[in-house]
């Protein structure tokens, strides 16, 4: 240890005695913002295994568990009774969940890989950001020279497992849908994202073409209303997440009319997602497929789930990692677990 010193200001850095720190230093794409002078930084990163984890942000996973929502649907719809997913469940139910499982998984990889690129590009404004300069990348804990293999080999896993499934099944549709949704997080990272309307539109898009690739991973149909309720319901989150972000604690107040535009915006995205959701419910169509119209009696549990989470953005002002409302309120939770039971309820019923 002669050869190092422990730096005043550091917060306790242990650097080596060459490494002379540099005020206002020069921070390019993929230099230490502290060492940029220096040619071996990238030792000073810790790189524990338990912050490359991180970078991957695990909490954000439970959003892939959207595939299973037209696989749940179709099982107890009448019009799909006699299709290969419905029947291969009566036969051979561990076939389909582990086809599932590894589509779920293949997303978590593919949705990882996105979150590393999205944090290596955003590293000089996330520090200033008070909840994202947490993340280990923004935090100089973890390097770039080992967050882009990590992206790299997310994506390739992920994309061998979409693969994977392809060869199994005998088609490719989930892997285009996987290969769609990862233009469409490049496209959102490096384009839209500081677009204000587009980009919330492109997030809900992202969140729709993972209901999509549950179906096409079965190879069941997937009702058009379905689809809008997904579209709007993810539009209302991204909506709350995005006026959150202006009064996360420590940033400064706004000053221009975007917040005000972002509650009107989130009053119709409110309203659109559960006018959708009634409609489907009633659709001549729906009770027709699943034999029943009762599943308009879920309606209050959906309403309850958007009036919780309109709480959650105005008065506590929490929206803005909607990951950890969706984990961690217990009232967004049990709404949630009372809307899959009564909805697994009734259409067991009515079958």
């Avoid at 959207?66 to 290969?84: C, G, I, K």
């Avoid at 490096?190 to 587009?198: A, E, T």
Wanted: overall charge positive; glycine content about 6%; hydrophobic content about 50%.
């Amino acid at each position: 240890m002669e050869n190092f010193r422990r730096g005043n200001g550091s917060h306790g850095r242990v650097y080596h005695r060459s490494a002379k720190p540099r005020k206002n230093a020069a921070r390019a794409f993929g230099e230490s913002a502290d060492w940029s002078d220096h040619q071996s930084c990238e030792a000073l990163y810790t790189n524990k295994v338990i912050d490359l984890l991180k970078c991957l942000r695990p909490g954000q996973w439970v959003k892939n568990l959207l595939l299973l929502a037209a696989p749940f649907f179709a099982f107890f719809d009448h019009a799909q009774a006699e299709s290969v997913f419905v029947q291969t469940v009566k036969t051979n139910p561990m076939s389909v969940a582990v086809t599932l499982a590894v589509a779920v998984a293949s997303f978590i990889l593919i949705s990882a890989a996105a979150y590393v690129v999205n944090d290596l590009c955003d590293v000089s404004t996330d520090r200033k950001h008070p909840l994202k300069q947490h993340r280990p990348i923004v935090a100089r804990k973890v390097s770039f020279g080992a967050a882009i293999p990590l992206a790299v080999l997310c994506l390739g896993a992920g994309l061998a497992g979409a693969a994977w499934i392809g060869l199994r099944e005998g088609q490719l549709n989930f892997l285009f849908v996987c290969v769609a949704y990862v233009v469409l997080q490049l496209l959102y990272t490096f384009l839209v994202k500081r677009l204000s309307d587009i980009g919330v539109i492109v997030l809900a898009v992202g969140f729709l073409l993972r209901a999509v690739a549950g179906a096409v991973v079965v190879q069941v149909y997937l009702s058009s209303w379905l689809m809008l309720c997904v579209f709007c319901g993810a539009l209302f989150v991204a909506l709350c997440k995005r006026r959150s972000a202006f009064f996360v604690k420590g940033q400064p107040v706004p000053t221009s009319n975007e917040p005000r535009i972002l509650d009107f915006e989130i009053g119709i995205a409110a309203s659109v997602t559960a006018a959708c959701y009634a409609l489907y419910t009633l659709a001549p169509k729906t009770v027709a497929n699943f034999g029943t119209e009762h599943l308009v009696y879920t309606l209050p549990f959906v309403i309850l789930g958007l009036f919780r989470y309109l709480r959650l953005t105005y008065q506590e002002q929490r929206a803005a990692v909607p990951e950890n409302l969706f984990l961690r309120d217990p009232i967004l939770i049990l709404t949630g677990i009372l809307w899959v039971a009564s909805c697994g309820f009734i259409l067991t019923f009515a079958r």
